[in-house]
Every structure is written in structure tokens, then in C-alpha cells.
């Protein structure tokens, strides 16, 4: 098991449950990632009013003709039992007076059906509860954790007769802060699961922790697993302002701000979105992000404004207390005052194709949680239905392993050495890189800015043979950049290539959406380092 958010902490406490002997890497400490900054909830046909089948349909909504409905259709079917059982492990979500879950909207639901948890500290209290279940095991032999530990690659038996990737067999890692900065050892498994985040640091703000580095996307890609959609980047629109040069991660303004009434207004105190879209402030994310950036060109400004000031002051202070506390260090009151906000990068919904059980296209090799492409979000995420992808998938994908491993299907091999080019980054290049993927495949795109971006990529140079006087070590900055590096390469090609707008893929050279794009978009790199792209259907193995 390779990360600890939600996926992560779920697939090794439920593989545990099994039998099989669990390792889990995390590259920081248990309770670290994405999963701890999740502030809106989880979204789940919990009232008795609501069923899975009105989910499903906003989430293709949202998703804009590119969900796999097969994988959709386990999401919400499965996700209500998955959250009850979080509760009774411990997960204490916000209760309405009759004592049952209290759900909220967010933008694209039909519906009240967002569980929460500290008002705005929902994935906050997931990963407190799930990190209990597993401090409560430490001590059993059968589950090892191993913190602040980057996994650098996958390791790989021999290929196969018709020259496909080798099956998985462990991993390496370099434990950072123990031993020397290039020291690298290894892992031994019959099967590894990545659940390792999104990208967040391939841009130069975001709204992801710094450990976002693609680092088990860029993994998996180097040991030949496919990867689908990741032209699709979700930008949030309502992340705090911080002025033009802040950079690293931000503070969003959580949806459900929104789902609670507040208003987006321009800098002129124009409220613009119910000229955008029925649905106004609440909107999928992608038309609301593109509203605001078209808002803030046609008035020049650099920001919008999230309004509050309708709402009860002593309401909106208890709601919503980590983004209140979060904006007071700021100076601003969420209640009383104007909240300048823009969009910028917050969820990746492409990543590693997995079927719907969390396999991907290399023996042994699974994938939950953001680092997965498992269709449930097409084109565009649907708020809130990142917890649930990583909670319902997760609990799957180690159902699968534990039945394979017993029917010996998952048999131990041992590791070779893959063919292939070899090289690093240097750690100098990082904000390059972020700029060229800010510019390229940023909010809105065009053929020659990605154009611009590629060449720019194609320009970064590495070690060893490409350039022999950069400055690169084997150390923790240089295999986060090349990953980096690497993941931006890929998004840019793909963005290219999808001649189209969609979901979170706007081309400003091509505005419509085409059918002829009513494909998944797959890449994988050739035994010689080559990008491949081709065109899948939506649902694995089932034709388009």
C-alpha cells in the first residue's frame, strides 16, 4: 500500500481484514495528503429521499459524456453502506436534531447529500479516525508502516511472451532523513497498490499539500501501466487570492460555502453566474472556474468576490469554522467581509486506468483514490465525490487482492532490470516546469500555448547523457521534479491532442465539444521512453 489518505488507510485496514501480511508507505506521516484538506464532505445517497440513481445522474452530468456509467453506477450503489461503516469506525460527521447525518448541497448535486464533519473539516475527521484504526493495529505483526518514505519506482518481473509489462513485485523507496540523501532500498510484493494523491505541484499554486508530486503516476507510467484522462484538470473556483505572486498551496473556499448560499460577485459588485447557468453559483466547477476567469478579463481584474455578508454571521461562523479561522489570518471575516477569490488547480480526474476492482493494465499493479483513472469522474469531478471514489474503490480493490493472493493468483517473481531511457531532473527546474504547464495546459488552452509548453518540456534537461553538466543528484527534490517533469509531459501532450472542450479541458482554439471525442484518451510510454496515445472506450474492455 503506498500513501495513507482515505484510499491508502481504507485498502490496508480492509486487506488486513483478510489475512495477507499489509505493508504501508506513506511518504510523510500517517495523517498526511490530500484526504486531511477536504473540506466540503463526501457525497452519498444517505436521505431517504434521495437515491443512487439521482446521484448517478448528476455525476454524468458533470462528467460531460466521459464517465464509464458501469463505475459510476458502483459509486453511488455502494457509497451509502462505505460511509455508515465510516461512521461506525468512528468517523463523527456533523448530526442534524433528529440525530441522523447531516447533509448539505454542493454545485452539480440535485440535492441535499453531503456529509460533513466539523463543519468544514470533513477529511480532516476521516483520516483522524481511519489513522486511529490503524495506530490501534501498530503492533500486529501483520501490518508494517513505514513513514516519511518516497517511493522512487515500481519493481517489475520479466515481461511477458508478447513483450507487455512484467508483473509487479515490489517497489523501491528512499526513506527520507534516515541514512544518505541517495540511499534507495526495496520492497518485496505479489501485488502493490498505489494510492499516492494527484499532481498538485505541477502548477505553480495550488490547492494540494506539497507531497503532491505525481510521484506514483510517474511510477506507474515508467512500468508501463496505461493512463486515461489526464487532459482533465479541475480547477477550483473559489481558492483565496493571495495576490499575483503567492504560490504553493492555498486556501479554498470550500463549495458548500456556496451550497449555503453565498453569491460570487465582480469587482464591480456584479453578481454574474445566473446569466451563466441555471444552476448559478452552484454550477459544475468548470463552467463556474471559466466564468470567473472570462469575469475577470472583462474587468481587468486579477479576482472576484465570494459574498457571505446575506447570510447569519453567527451560522456562518459555526458552518464553516476551519475556513473562518483560515480567512481571519488573512484578515478577512467570512461573514462580514468580501472573500477575493480565483481559480486555480485543485483535483486531477485522470490518472492510472484501473478497471473496477482497482486493476491497471500491469499484473499486480492496482490503483485507488486520485492517483486512479476508474471513470467515475469523466471529464469533470462532481464536488464531493472524490471521498467517496477512494473509500468504495479502495474497500474493492483489496477485496480483489485478497481473493486473488488466496487462490494463488498474485504469485511471488523476481525482480529485472527494465530497458529504457534513465535520468533526473535538477530540482532547479521545478518552477519552470510549473510555469510551462501554468501557461500550456492551464485553465484555458490553446493549440499554440501547449505547443509552446511541450517544446519548452521536451527542452528541460537531464541526467545523465542529455545534458552532463546539470547539477542533479539522486535525492528527494530531483526525483520529485522528474516526476514532475514527467506527469506535466504527459498532461500537455494530451491536452494537445484533444482537439475539443470538455469538462475540465477547455481549448480556447476549439470552445465546442465534439462526439467524435467521446473517447477516453490513453497514454503509455513505449519500452524506449516514447509517449503512445490512443483512443479507448469509456468502459474498459467494452467497445465504443
Known amino acids: 500500500m ?178 544518505s540523501r541517495d540511499g534507495v532500498g526495496a520492497a518485496l510484493a505479489p501485488a502493490v497498490l498505489l494510492a499516492t494523491g494527484g499532481i498538485g505541484q505541477v502548477y505553480p499554486s495550488s490547492t494540494n499539500p506539497s507531497l503532491a508530486t505525481g510521484d506514483g503516476l510517474a511510477a506507474a507510467l515508467r512500468a508501463g501501466a496505461t493512463v486515461a484522462d489526464m487532459e482533465f484538470v479541475q480547477f477550483h473556483p473559489t481558492v483565496l487570492w493571495l495576490g499575483a505572486g503567492a504560490k504553493g498551496q492555498l486556501p479554498l ?8 448560499g453565498a453569491l460570487l460577485v465582480d469587482t464591480d459588485g456584479v453578481r454574474f453566474m445566473p446569466d451563466i447557468h441555471p444552476l448559478a453559483e452552484l454550477a459544475p466547477r468548470d463552467v463556474v472556474a471559466h466564468a470567473i476567469v472570462r469575469r475577470m478579463a472583462a474587468t481587468g481584474a486579477d479576482h472576484v468576490y465570494l459574498d457571505c455578508r446575506h447570510l447569519d454571521a453567527d451560522f456562518v461562523h459555526e458552518r464553516f469554522p476551519t475556513i473562518h479561522a483560515r480567512l481571519l489570518a488573512e484578515g478577512i471575516d467570512l461573514a462580514s467581509d468580501l472573500v477575493p477569490v480565483a481559480p486555480a488547480h485543485h483535483f486531477h480526474s485522470g490518472g492510472v486506468l484501473t478497471d473496477l476492482v482497482g486493476r491497471s493494465d500491469v499484473p499486480g499493479l492496482y490503483a485507488a483514490g486520485e492517483v486512479a483513472c476508474t471513470g467515475v469522474h469523466g471529464a469533470n469531478r462532481l464536488a464531493s465525490n472524490s471521498l467517496l471514489e477512494g473509500l468504495v474503490f479502495a474497500h474493492r480493490a483489496a477485496d480483489d487482492v485478497a481473493t486473488r493472493l488466496a487462490a494463488g493468483e498474485l504469485p511471488r517473481v523476481e525482480p529485472v532490470e527494465r530497458s529504457g ?51 542533479a543528484s539522486p535525492q528527494t527534490a530531483e526525483w520529485e521534479t522528474t516526476n514532475l517533469h514527467q506527469v506535466a509531459s504527459v498532461l500537455t501532450a494530451t491536452a494537445s491532442a484533444r482537439t475539443e472542450s470538455r469538462g475540465g479541458h477547455y481549448r480556447e482554439d476549439h470552445p465546442a465539444a465534439a462526439d467524435a471525442w467521446l473517447v477516453r484518451l490513453a497514454a503509455r510510454l513505449d519500452p524506449d521512453g516514447g509517449l503512445a496515445l490512443t483512443r479507448a472506450p469509456l468502459t474498459p474492455g467494452v467497445e465504443a
Open 421 to 471: 531511457p534513465a535520468g533526473l531532473c535538477a530540482a532547479a527546474a521545478r518552477p519552470r516546469i510549473q510555469r510551462l504547464a501554468q501557461k500550456g495546459p492551464g485553465v484555458i488552452r490553446t493549440g499554440a500555448d501547449l505547443d509552446v509548453a511541450a517544446a519548452g518540456l521536451a527542452g528541460v534537461p537531464t541526467t545523465p547523457d542529455a545534458a552532463p553538466g546539470v547539477v
Open 2 to 179: 503506498v500513501g495513507s489518505g482515505i484510499a491508502g488507510l481504507t485498502a490496508a485496514l480492509a486487506l488486513r481484514a483478510r489475512g495477507p501480511r499489509v505493508l504501508l508507505i506513506t511518504k510523510s506521516v500517517l495523517a498526511s495528503g490530500s484526504t486531511i484538506w477536504a473540506q466540503g464532505g463526501i457525497a452519498a445517497a444517505l436521505d431517504p429521499r434521495d437515491t443512487p440513481d439521482a446521484h448517478l445522474a448528476d455525476t454524468l452530468v458533470a462528467g460531460a459524456g466521459l464517465c464509464d456509467p458501469a463505475a459510476v453506477e458502483v459509486l453511488v450503489t455502494e457509497g451509502p453502506a462505505r460511509v455508515r461503516e465510516l461512521a461506525g469506525l468512528g468517523a463523527a460527521f456533523d448530526l442534524d436534531a433528529a440525530g441522523e447525518i447531516s447533509l448539505t448541497r454542493e454545485g452539480g448535486h440535485g440535492t441535499r447529500r453531503i456529509a460533513h464533519a466539523g463543519g468544514d473539516a470533513t477529511g480532516a475527521e476521516i483520516s483522524r479516525a481511519l489513522v486511529a484504526r490503524i495506530e490501534a493495529v501498530r503492533n500486529d505483526p501483520g501490518i508494517e508502516v513505514i513513514e516519511h518514505a518516497l517511493v522512487l519506482d515500481l519493481l517489475t518481473g520479466a515481461p511477458g511472451p508478447d513483450g507487455g509489462p512484467g508483473p509487479i513485485c515490489g517497489v523501491t523507496l528512499h526513506v527520507m532523513g534516515a541514512g
Open 253 to 260: 473556499v470550500s463549495e458548500a460555502v456556496r451550497g449555503e
